[in-house]
């Protein structure tokens, strides 16, 4: 078999990698969970921070459910939309406020209108808006003139003066919609679609940091008891198998507990608890590539300690470290999951899929068991696609995997 010698090893990994399928299609869930996680309120249904916005006369609609909906204009200030606002965590106001509702009728100079009653049975009379206020916001209750006009003042201080025709028209053509929810709607009527697509950045960034956090502590730990042996061994390696004693899940609790309730410290909790496989595998890769004569030779050129094991070993750990990471990547979601299935992950009205689980656990012996089975699926799905993604990095960097055919 012909091999290409001009190629680098990241290249041959590369080639190796790719033809793994499962492991190319795990890759592309990732890239595409993080396109949705960093685009934010951009794309999603409710652009609204956290996808948060309540309607509780919709509450737990089916997939594809849709209603007509009347926008009324809010009075109050809404804060301008910049671009980095959507981004991540992002996302602005309604300038409107979404009234449900089965029918409307114009009475004069106002808009009558059926409110959507959705699993509520009481009948309720119908409301009016005067039609100026819905279409814009006020400063002051408009005034109805005798010649079918109204005068009203905006919140920016003008005044104007229109016919009540031509606001009647204006809110059949801009303030009447129809609103749709593919995924249906949670207990609390918000769209189910939006707050799974804003739980995965909750879990990427879980999933990122806290690993950022356990490669740090784990190489530094595990390169120092492999590199200089003896009591460091041995007081590293001591430290290693105490916190591996204790369950992940139990430790995670106890540092989340000391640290407080809330999103960052679950990086910290997570972090701290998954060091320690990646610390084993450095430690050990390490013990192995001290011995050898590159080595030798830079102790014999006189570099220090320090540089040895940055610039000569650590570059050679990267491949074990790497496919790690992959795993512990899955871990720390699944990890974030239960914490917040157990009420001290990320809290409201931040979106987690495990507080999504938490809310609707109940649903799934009656007739609205998707309520919980899709955040279950989205965290199966990303879970799965990491370790796909780790076996095929596993495979790439395998020293012994010849069938690198470039």
Do not use: C
Not at 286 to 298: C, G, N
Not at 337 to 355: C, D, K, N, R, T
Request: charged content about 15%; aromatic content about 10%.
């Amino acid at each position: 078999m012909q091999h290409n010698t001009t190629q680098s090893f990241s290249a041959i990994t590369w080639n190796r990698f790719k033809r793994n399928k499962l492991a190319l299609a795990g890759l592309l869930v990732i890239g595409f969970a993080t396109l949705v996680a960093i685009l934010g309120a951009y794309i999603r249904p409710d652009s609204t921070p956290f996808a948060n916005d309540m309607n509780l006369s919709l509450t737990t609609q089916k997939p594809g459910f849709s209603v007509k909906m009347l926008r009324l204009r809010k009075n109050n200030e809404i804060e301008s939309t910049q671009f980095l606002h959507g981004l991540f965590f992002g996302g602005t106001e309604n300038k409107y406020q979404y009234i449900p509702i089965n029918s409307y009728t114009f009475a004069g100079d106002a808009i009558v209108v059926n409110e959507f009653q959705g699993q509520n049975t009481t009948v309720q009379e119908p409301k009016k808006y005067n039609v100026a206020d819905v279409v814009y916001q006020l400063t002051n209750p408009p005034i109805t003139n005798t010649n079918s006009t109204i005068t009203f003042v905006t919140l920016e201080g003008e005044k104007h003066t229109e016919t009540i025709a031509e606001l009647q028209a204006k809110i059949k053509k801009n303030n009447i919609i129809t609103k749709y929810y593919l995924l249906g709607t949670d207990r609390f009527g918000r769209d189910m679609l939006s707050r799974l697509m804003a739980g995965t950045l909750i879990s990427l960034a879980v999933g990122f940091i806290s690993v950022f956090i356990s490669i740090f502590i784990g190489t530094a730990l595990g390169a120092m008891a492999g590199f200089y042996k003896g009591r460091t061994d041995d007081a590293i390696m001591w430290l290693i198998n105490v916190v591996w004693s204790i369950p992940t899940l139990l430790l995670v609790i106890a540092i989340t507990l000391a640290l407080g309730k809330g999103f960052w410290q679950i990086f910290v909790a997570v972090g701290l608890t998954t060091w320690v496989e990646v610390a084993r595998v450095v430690r050990g890769q390490v013990l192995s590539l001290s011995e050898k004569e590159f080595v030798e030779a830079a102790r014999a050129l006189g570099y220090s300690n320090a540089r040895i094991i940055i610039k000569h070993i650590l570059p050679n750990v990267a491949g074990p470290i790497i496919v790690v990471s992959a795993a512990n990547f899955a871990t720390a979601i699944l990890t974030e999951a239960g914490l917040s299935f157990l009420g001290i992950g990320a809290q409201p009205p931040m979106s987690s899929w495990g507080s999504m689980i938490k809310d609707h656990y109940g649903y799934i012996i009656v007739d609205a068991a998707y309520l919980a089975v899709l955040p279950g699926l989205a965290i199966m799905l990303m879970v799965l696609a990491f370790i796909l993604v780790g076996n095929g990095l596993r495979d790439a960097f395998d020293t012994r995997y010849v069938n690198d055919k470039v």
